[in-house]
């Protein structure tokens, strides 16, 4: 465990100390060769459904290893685990076979072992008998981050994570400590322990992370007001990571500068990129943090200011890699996240599910998707205009937006209006009225109470 020992009282250190974290991660983490154990609980791994289960977990993990620049994956291991609680896990012998295993390779830099958290004092036994750093989910997840991470608001979030990790590890210290009757091991005259001192310091640097963060909370609550006053609809997409999300928006919107990456959780911050619908109404689609199963609370809770853009949307598009063979688990996984996140029931009821990759699915598999959900190829366009279409309808069922054609004069200010405060979707001539044109469009209701205040209720029915 790092001793900190400065304070950290200003956004402006806060950061730095968020930076050196990310800097000092991309150092260290640099070309590690990792074998992967898998544990099983007894009992379980005679079951061939839940083998096909650890199969695609297994396959997961070492997606999740070859995510960071330079590591590679030794080897892969399953190992029947005693208990998820207790400090050894395994039985004796599989823990002698695990540690002959590791030290007879050389090659090994570093175990991953798949469990979503180890206990410190797991780590630390571990550790000591395999001669190696033993990651968990937790950290391994929180590495790719750091690997990740470039703007300030996504390293100030990964920083606070980290607080986190550490904070529960040194109470699982002070648990031991006193079980051993060795809580007393006083630095100063002060009467303060070195525990007591890293946790203060811990809770300080926890502190100044908040108050950053709080800053860059209320600059995007902010920005998404001015967004609002606009009166564009927001469109939040939101999926397992690398399900294609930001390809979908690029499919949507047409945007040249979207880059999407073949990579897990290449997209740390939310962004925003507006596109046009199939009646030209301006939407503005959020591209979201992917998330992966067993995704850590403590990281959820750091990423809740960047993803409190979700919770304000007016629609979620959720986004399923339907080529995955573990595709129905993975949806299910970010509905409960949405859920954990406290996505207001609404916003849930009416999810936009979006089946994509359908190109990729071989032909003659019979595979079924969801009921109701959209089948979409982000990158060969497949089903992109109807599900624009899809989008329209239900921003009108959700929204206050109002879709009616009113009939204006054809000399006057009445378009020029419109085409600013509205969304027209298309001008017509009116048979038998050489003065007047009929406007097809998509106010906000309160765009509308302007139009009717300045030019009257002419509304064609």
Wanted: charge should be negative; proline fraction near 3%; include cysteine.
């Amino acid at each position: 465990m790092e001793e900190f020992d400065e304070e950290v009282d200003s956004s402006d250190l806060a950061f730095d100390y968020a930076n050196k974290l990310t800097e000092r991660g991309h150092r260290t983490i640099a070309g590690h060769k990792v074998l992967i154990i898998q544990p099983v609980l007894k009992g379980l791994q005679t079951s061939s459904q839940h083998s096909s289960t650890l199969a695609l977990q297994l396959a997961e993990a070492v997606s999740l290893v070859q995510t960071l620049p330079s590591w590679s994956v030794v080897d892969t291991q399953r190992a029947r685990m005693r208990s998820a609680t207790k400090r050894a896990m395994f039985g004796k012998g599989t823990l002698q076979d695990l540690t002959e295993k590791i030290h007879s390779d050389q090659e090994v830099s570093t175990v991953f072992l798949d469990v979503d958290r180890l206990s410190g004092l797991q780590k630390g036994f571990l550790e000591e008998a395999w001669g190696r750093p033993v990651l968990d989910r937790f950290e391994l997840v929180l590495e790719i981050f750091k690997s990740h991470a470039s703007s300030r608001e996504a390293k100030l979030q990964i920083a606070l994570a980290e607080v986190h990790f550490r904070k529960s590890h040194l109470r699982q210290a002070v648990e031991e400590l006193d079980q051993q009757g060795g809580g007393q091991q006083y630095i100063g005259g002060g009467g303060e322990t070195l525990l007591e001192k890293q946790q203060r310091l811990l809770r300080d640097k926890e502190g100044a992370l908040r108050k950053a963060l709080a800053k860059l909370k209320q600059k995007r609550g902010l920005l998404r007001a001015g967004r609002e006053k606009k009166n564009f609809p927001h469109v939040a997409v939101v999926g397992y990571t690398n399900a294609g999300k930001t390809s979908l928006i690029k499919a949507l919107t047409g945007s040249s500068k979207l880059d999407p990456q073949d990579r897990l959780f290449a997209t740390l911050d939310v962004t925003s990129h507006v596109g046009q619908l199939t009646n030209r109404m301006r939407v503005i689609f959020l591209d979201t943090v992917g998330f992966i199963a067993n995704l850590p609370h403590e990281l959820i809770a750091s990423f809740s200011a960047t993803l409190e853009d979700v919770l304000h949307a007016d629609l979620i598009l959720l986004v399923t890699d339907v080529s995955h063979p573990d595709w129905p688990s993975q949806r299910l996984n970010v509905l409960n996240v949405l859920h954990d996140l406290g996505v207001a029931q609404n916003l849930l009821d009416n999810v936009v599910e979006v089946s994509n990759k359908v190109d990729l699915i071989p032909a003659g598999s019979g595979e079924e998707l969801t009921e109701g959900s959209l089948p979409v190829s982000a990158r060969e366009g497949t089903g992109v205009t109807f599900l624009k279409e899809v989008i329209e309808q239900r921003l009108l069922d959700v929204t206050d937006l109002v879709k009616c054609a009113v009939k204006i004069p054809q000399a006057g200010l009445h378009l020029g209006w419109l085409y600013k405060e509205a969304t027209v979707e298309e001008v017509s001539p009116i048979e038998g009225d050489a003065e007047h044109l009929r406007v097809d469009a998509v106010f906000s209701k309160s765009a509308f109470a302007k139009f009717c205040a300045q030019f009257g209720d002419s509304r064609i029915t």
